[in-house]
């Protein structure tokens, strides 16, 4: 009986264990993440760079979202390595361009949208790898931090940084600046990597009497025939003609005068020849040409006469010759030789940076938190309440120190945690960005050619009226300057996108290390421990950064089919080659449907990003500035408390850890604020907070 009885009360005991284990696991868990009993988080091996024996431990962490970016970059390069090979072997590349498709212009425009799309998918990719991996590099180590804050200045923390630059070293600059600039080529060339060809027609137009069907003409009497043509062309049309030859449907398209004059006056003619049968009854002028004694006319143009002189009375029917569409996808293999250079240069270092480089840095808000506990920096001694906007202050005015008061306001929003010069710096940039999209679409709408009444044409469309081209660049041998032009707004909005992304990693870095206040939670660092979170991303969780991923992409899309490169083959069948630099036109196309999307696109990105910072808000209770070296120095002083000393620094670090007041103060009595993984008390209003010494009084 007694037996029994000791088993029940070890067996009760034992689930007290169990549950207790439990809970002071949960207490672990990421500061986002929903508590739930049904399952227990497994435990986490901390990976180190020399001495982890297991390729999964050297390979967790931030060397795990390295990897993953190295990944990406080595398959958006193998992809156009593919590219550039079934280039060469099977599409029989033509002075550097490649036809990948020759036919129908529909088809050709929906296969160029589409690669385009993919494209814009995959530069996309690249940018956020390497967002990715410039951010690590900046990243500063301890050593930096701290001869910065002797300098008295702070370093950022957490985030994409340009004056973290100016503080670290060398080396790790230049890899910085090596992925940096193998980017900028990228975006410059890869949307014309791929491009489409518009194939049209000359005009080629004969207004035809009747027997110009029936019987040979002699073309050499002015009598009959009025032009410069070649006799023998004319003999090369008598014979597609003759001989019952005008009626043969699958050669002519009997087609009526009004069609006849639509047709040849289109931008595009996607006809051969036509053949206008003069009326009968009509007057022997036509076009304000007198036709009267002449079999064969050749008229110049239709369009030039479009307010009047043709008419479709004019024409009994018309003939029109069935040929072959030309439009075309082409591939340009000098620009795409650039971009896998590029790419090459951009995968290379950053496979150096994972196998070479083992100094361990500062990263995240988590790996600040746990360095300054387990080594205090005597730059932030007694300065348990500096904020972002108050390091200047306190660092330079040293007695300021010992009169910080908790004077907390309310909740503050998320745009707070972002410095002024950031927000407009970032603000004057979308707005010459969207200002300068606006002023090309009232331009356009301005041009001699613009009709508010005419179909303007879907994404990508290629029209003569929209069309920017340089007189001195035509020829063959000058699109690459076009190809320039047409995608500067490429690397404009790339860098939009950088400076956007570095918004929204500032604002989730203070949210990370606001939420210190209100709830316990492990550190989230690069190198964990068994009782710490490990970290893929910096700061910016997945939940906000493939969003705005997807999103670059589709406005980098948007973009692309706004302004494009466009080349045009006019083919006269008349010659037997197209050999004349003047028949190629080169020049840059835009459209007015992508343009005002790609405005309206980008006006709601910024608008979200303005209302999300001004909507949400930070928890109330810790000072602003989670990427701030200096602040989160500030707020790592371990003190004494009350009941006696605290653990060691390292194994508090390691514990669940929240921010409040460890010593208590008063309104004369200075009291004392860090991180704790033992039970903190929120700040009081008014009350002194600083300081190294338990209830020290004021003099």
């Given at each position: 009986?007694a ?8 067996e009760?005991q034992?689930?007290s ?9 949960l207490?672990?868990?990421p500061l ?5 009993t ?12 020399k001495?982890?024996?297991s ?7 931030w060397?795990?979202?390295?990897l993953?970016c ?5 398959i ?25 498709y020759?036919?129908n ?9 589409a690669m ?25 180590t ?5 001869k ?12 994409p ?18 992925i ?14 791929i ?46 003609v ?10 002519f ?5 009004a ?12 006809s051969?020849v036509g053949l ?6 009509r ?28 008419f479709?009375?004019?024409f ?12 075309k996808?082409e ?10 250079v590029c ?9 150096m940076i994972?196998w ?11 790996d ?5 506990i387990?080594?205090?920096d005597?730059?932030t ?12 202050k306190?660092?330079?005015?040293p ?17 707070r ?25 009232y ?28 007189e001195s660049?035509q ?7 076009h190809i ?14 950088l400076?956007?992304n ?20 492990v ?9 710490q979170?490990s970290s893929?991303f ?10 705005l ?24 069948e008349?010659?037997?080659t ?8 080169t ?11 790609s405005?309206?696109w980008g ?6 990003c ?25 707020a790592?002083?371990?003190r004494?408390g ?6 060691t620094q ?6 669940p850890?929240?921010?409040g ?6 309104n004369?009595?200075?009291g004392?604020?860090s ?12 009350h ?5 010494a338990?209830k020290?009084?004021?003099?």
């Open positions: 009986m037996s029994s009885q000791r088993k029940s009360e070890n009760m034992s689930h264990q169990v549950n207790a284990g439990k809970l002071c696991r207490e672990q868990e986002s993440k929903k508590f739930s049904k399952s227990e988080p497994k435990e986490r091996k901390r990976p180190l760079y001495d982890a024996r390729w999964l431990a050297q390979f967790s962490g060397r795990g979202g390295f993953a190295i990944a990406v970059t080595a958006v390069l193998l992809l156009n390595v593919m590219l550039a090979i079934v280039a060469v072997t099977t599409w029989d590349p033509v002075n550097g361009i490649a036809t990948i020759t036919g212009c529909s088809v050709s425009s929906r296969w160029t949208m385009h799309l993919l494209i814009n998918f995959l530069s996309s990719l690249l940018l956020g790898a390497s967002n990715y991996c410039m951010q690590r590099l900046a990243a500063p301890r050593a930096e931090i701290d910065a804050h002797r300098r008295k200045k702070w370093l950022d923390i957490g985030m940084s340009i004056r973290n630059l100016l503080s670290i070293s060398k080396g790790r600059v230049v890899l910085w600046a090596l940096g600039l193998s980017s900028v080529p990228l975006h410059f060339l890869y949307n014309s990597v491009f489409g060809t518009v194939g049209t027609n000359g005009f080629e137009f004969l207004a035809v009497q009747p027997d110009f069907l029936t019987v040979r003409i002699d073309s050499s009497n002015k009598t009959f025939v009025d032009s410069d043509w070649s006799p023998d062309y004319y003999a090369a049309i008598q014979d597609l003759l001989d019952g030859g005008y009626m043969n449907r699958t050669r398209e009997n087609i009526t005068g069609e006849c004059i639509s047709r040849y006056s289109a931008e595009f003619i996607a051969g206008g049968v003069m009326s009968s009854t007057p022997v002028w036509i076009g304000g040409i007198n036709v009267k004694g002449l079999i064969a006319q050749p008229l110049t143009s239709f369009r030039k006469y479009q307010t009047g002189g043709f479709a009375e004019d009994a029917y018309c003939l029109s010759l069935k040929v072959p569409s030309k439009c996808v591939l340009s293999q000098n620009i795409l030789y650039a971009v896998i790419n090459a240069v951009k995968l290379v270092a950053m496979v994972l070479r480089w083992n100094r361990r840095t500062i990263v995240t808000v988590g600040a938190i746990e360095s300054f387990e080594q205090p005597c730059t001694k007694d300065c348990c309440l500096m904020a972002k906007d108050t390091v200047a306190i660092w330079h005015r007695n300021v120190k010992f009169h910080q008061r908790f004077h907390p306001r309310a909740r503050e929003a998320w745009f945690a972002v410095s002024t010069g950031q927000w407009v710096a970032s603000i004057i940039l979308y707005l010459i960005t969207i200002g300068f999209a606006i002023f090309f679409a331009s356009s709408s301005k041009t001699e050619f613009y009709n508010r009444q005419k179909k303007t044409g879907g994404f990508g469309r290629v029209s003569a009226d929209y069309l920017i081209h340089i660049l020829g063959k041998d000058n699109i690459s300057l320039l032009l047409a995608n500067l707004p490429q690397a404009i909005i790339s860098f939009v996108y400076t956007y570095a918004l929204f990693t500032c604002m989730c870095a203070n949210r990370e290390w606001s939420r210190y206040a209100i709830k316990r939670a550190l989230r660092v690069t190198i964990p421990s068994p009782t979170r893929y910096i700061q910016l969780p997945y939940i906000y950064s493939v969003p991923l997807l999103a670059s992409a589709l406005l980098h899309w948007f973009i692309s089919q706004s302004i494009f490169l466009v080349r045009i083959i006019t083919y006269y008349r010659r037997d197209v050999a004349a630099d003047e028949d190629i036109l020049g840059v196309g835009y459209s007015e449907d992508a343009i005002y999307t405005l309206g006006s709601a990105l910024v608008l979200f303005l209302v999300f910072a001004g909507v949400r808000t930070f928890p109330k209770g810790m000072p602003i500035g989670g990427t701030n070296s200096a602040v989160i120095s500030a790592c002083h371990v004494d009350i009941e006696g000393p605290t653990k390292d194994d508090i670090s390691h514990r850890l929240q921010w007041v460890t010593i208590e103060g008063s004369d009595v200075v004392h604020c991180f704790s993984s033992s039970e903190v008390q929120r700040p009081i209003v008014g002194l907070y600083a300081g190294s338990a020290m009084k004021l003099s």
